[in-house]
């Protein structure tokens, strides 16, 4: 079990995006009206400050929504209460979702943990029962033939590494405090069950993004070459251009121990990032590895402006939890009645 010891509060606004089912080579154009977004002064639109991605909608589709790409508002809101029902933190220590972070009477943490959002993202005025839009089922193609095993707690994409108790480079690399668990960090960038803020800072050269889930930062090298296959990085090499007002970022090069949801060492994932408003980033995120997965895929979902502040998360190598679950495995060891 891994111990966060920060507080964390953000505020979700309305969500304001565009239609699914759009190609995925590019993100689709709004069909809400223009509306003026701030601009740096070379003239690009302005990505900088403080922004939220937590949603209740999940990254693949529920067997309740099937076939359904939207919900209508009666649907999102039975869906929503349920949620808020089924996971809530502190008043039963043995519900489902205190079962699967701590085990039946403990309870890893308690709601004001907690930052998920409360509602199912709108996008363009209805809400997503998913975040992929394509394959329009909204769920990830199956992995081809001989492709690597899925790594990483529930599907969370790291690594273990072996995921063993015999050494501490064996255990996942949330556990250690490399990266944050679920793909926070990207790419692509997921919302998980807390710190799912994020700052950005811009300049015509490069873009900053600071992930609060362990202080992870990406930095986009603008308008540059990747660097050579060799070089490898926990969050992969990422380039950006300016295709209009959108930005695109392209990512490779990723460490062979960060694989995302069993890829392979020829994953790409390709980014775009559309200011829609002064309060909203539609965010698409194209994901392809033909090693991996039968055909690529991709997701779309906004990030909100929110007043912040990004916290600090008090994650390091080191602390008493990688002791104890080490500890725990040399004592089951040593014990005859395991063996």
């Not at 692509?188 to 803020?197: R, T």
Request: glycine content about 10%; proline content about 7%; aromatic content about 8%.
């Amino acid at each position: 079990m891994i111990y966060r010891f920060l507080v964390t509060m953000t505020a979700l606004g309305v969500i304001a995006a565009q239609l699914p089912g759009q190609s995925t080579s590019a993100p689709a154009k709004s069909t809400t009206a223009s509306k003026a977004v701030p601009r740096t002064p070379d003239g690009h639109p302005d990505f900088q400050g403080v922004w939220t991605n937590a949603t209740l909608t999940p990254l693949e589709r529920r067997p309740e929504f099937a076939a359904k790409a939207t919900a209508t508002d009666a649907e999102a809101k039975e869906f929503e209460t349920k949620d808020k029902e089924v996971n809530t933190l502190d008043s039963d220590v043995t519900s489902s979702f205190n079962r699967a972070t701590g085990g039946p009477g403990v309870g890893a943490y308690n709601n004001l943990f907690v930052d998920r959002g409360s509602e199912l993202a709108r996008v363009d005025g209805v809400k997503r029962t998913s975040l992929i839009i394509d394959p329009p089922d909204g769920k990830i193609p199956r992995a081809t033939a001989g492709a690597p095993r899925q790594q990483g707690g529930g599907g969370q994409g790291e690594q273990y590494a072996g995921g063993g108790y015999d050494s501490v480079k064996r255990r996942p690399l949330s556990e250690r405090c490399l990266i944050g668990f679920g793909s926070t960090s990207g790419p692509p960038m997921l919302p998980v069950l807390y710190n799912n803020n994020y700052e950005i800072v811009q300049t015509p050269d490069t873009i900053m993004i600071l992930v609060e889930m362990v202080h992870d930062v990406r930095v986009i090298r603008m308008n540059a070459q990747h660097a050579p296959k060799s070089i490898q990085k926990w969050l992969g090499d990422s380039i950006g251009h300016w295709d209009g007002d959108t930005l695109v970022v392209e990512t490779t090069n990723f460490n062979p121990l960060n694989r995302f949801r069993g890829s392979s060492e020829n994953l790409k994932v390709i980014e775009h990032f559309k200011r829609v408003d002064a309060s909203t980033i539609l965010y698409r995120a194209t994901v392809d590895d033909p090693a991996a997965y039968s055909k690529p895929w991709t997701l779309e979902y906004p990030f909100i402006a929110t007043a912040g502040p990004v916290y600090e998360y008090a994650c390091h190598e080191g602390n008493y939890a990688m002791q104890d679950i080490l500890g725990g495995a040399r004592k089951q060891e040593a014990d005859p009645k395991s063996k």
